[in-house]
T-cell receptor
């Protein structure tokens, strides 16, 4: 069965520090992968997506993610975190059943220290 | 810029009341979804639709129902609200690509 694992429930970093949020997936074919961000009390906003091609994808707000097939990973990175990046981050993969349904990870809550 | 709108944003209602959560999108997307999310928790798909007059139940069993009479409109109804229905409900839509556009959500509290 397809699954998405985000091993870190909470992460705390200092403002200006680098960030890496982990995402591992279980999938039989080339996955379609996504990262979303959710600010408190809000819906989800798409940060970036990977379908094929270059394994390093750039997203909005200075985020990037790297697809590593050998590690079944799609980790999200940012070189310098801003206080406004504090939010919940969700990794997702599209189901192979042809239904366009996402399988979401459980999320990682990012706290940024001033 | 929000192209998918959910109303109300917040709702506090008594047990046994019937409620309808509204979701409308202006992008002409054929696929629409409802997710339930408890605070700080993952998202669970409860309903989805691939077009007018098409609705399916999602992965999480829900006592709610949905309808899709118009492409742009995908309301969710609870016939008799209970405290266990207290949650955040997120609506999303997608077109030909796989990316979802999410609404801002409705935070429902049943007292």
């Amino acid at each position: 069965a397809q699954s998405v694992t985000q091993p870190d429930i909470h992460i705390t970093v200092s403002e200006g520090a680098s960030l890496e949020l982990r995402c591992n997936y279980s999938y039989g074919a080339t996955p379609y992968l996504f990262w979303y961000v959710q600010s408190p009390g809000q819906g989800l906003q798409l940060l970036l997506k990977y379908f094929s091609g270059d394994t390093l994808v750039q997203g909005i707000k200075g985020f990037e993610a790297e697809f590593k097939r050998s590690q079944s990973s799609f980790n999200l990175r940012k070189p310098s975190v801003h206080w406004s990046d504090a939010a919940e981050y969700f990794c997702a993969v599209v189901s192979t059943s042809g239904t366009y349904k996402y399988i979401f990870g459980t999320g990682t809550r990012l706290k940024v220290l001033a | 810029e929000a192209d998918i709108y959910q109303t109300p944003r917040y709702l506090v209602i008594g047990t046994g009341k019937k409620i309808t959560l509204e979701c409308s999108q202006t992008m002409g997307h054929d696929k629409m979804y409802w997710y339930q999310q408890d605070p700080g928790m993952e998202l669970h798909l409860i309903h989805y639709s691939y077009g007018v007059n098409s609705t399916e139940k999602g992965d999480l069993s829900s006592e709610s129902t949905v309808s899709r009479i118009r492409t742009e409109h995908f309301p969710l109804t609870l016939e008799s609200a209970r405290p266990s229905h207290t949650s955040q409900y997120l609506c999303a839509s997608s077109g030909d690509s796989y990316g979802y556009t999410f609404g801002s959500g409705t935070r429902l509290t049943v007292v």
